[in-house]
């Protein structure tokens, strides 16, 4: 299993970022996935998440309206479009296989397979 995160970089506030997670090495259509960050210092936040097959989406509530979460089974890949980013975005971003039926999808103890990061850095 893996899944490699791009898309990263630093921006201004107010900009624009997609983050692409490619998946190999299991069956992508058949996990829900999610997006988790993990800021400086702190530990990791449950962002968005999305079921098998793409048309129920979840948000944490200091992203929704500006943050998009998408999949294309077709191609094994999860994305992150994330519009008018604020400092606060400012976090290593994973994305995440839920292999467990624990808790919710926002429940981080479900994923058992995590991507490397990729940086987000929103400064002026």
């Known amino acids: 299993v893996q899944l490699v995160e791009s898309g990263g970089g630093m921006v201004q506030p107010g900009g624009s970022l997609r983050l692409s997670c490619a998946t190999s090495?299991?069956?992508?259509?058949?996990?829900?996935m999610s997006w988790v960050r993990r800021a400086p210092g702190k530990g990791p936040e449950w962002v968005s998440g999305?079921?098998?097959?793409?048309?129920?989406?979840y948000y944490t509530d200091s992203v929704k309206g500006r943050f998009t979460i998408s999949r294309d089974n077709a191609k094994n890949t999860l994305y992150l479009q994330m519009n008018s980013l604020k400092p606060e975005d400012t976090a290593l971003y994973f994305c995440?296989?839920?292999?467990?039926?624990?808790?919710?999808?926002?429940?981080?103890?479900?994923?058992?397979?995590w991507g490397q990061g990729t940086q987000v850095t929103v400064s002026s």
């Open positions: 995440a296989r839920r292999g467990w039926n624990i808790g919710t999808i926002q429940s981080i103890n479900g994923y058992d397979f």
């Open positions: 090495g299991f069956s992508f259509s058949a996990y829900e």
């Open positions: 999305i079921n098998t097959g793409g048309d129920s989406t």
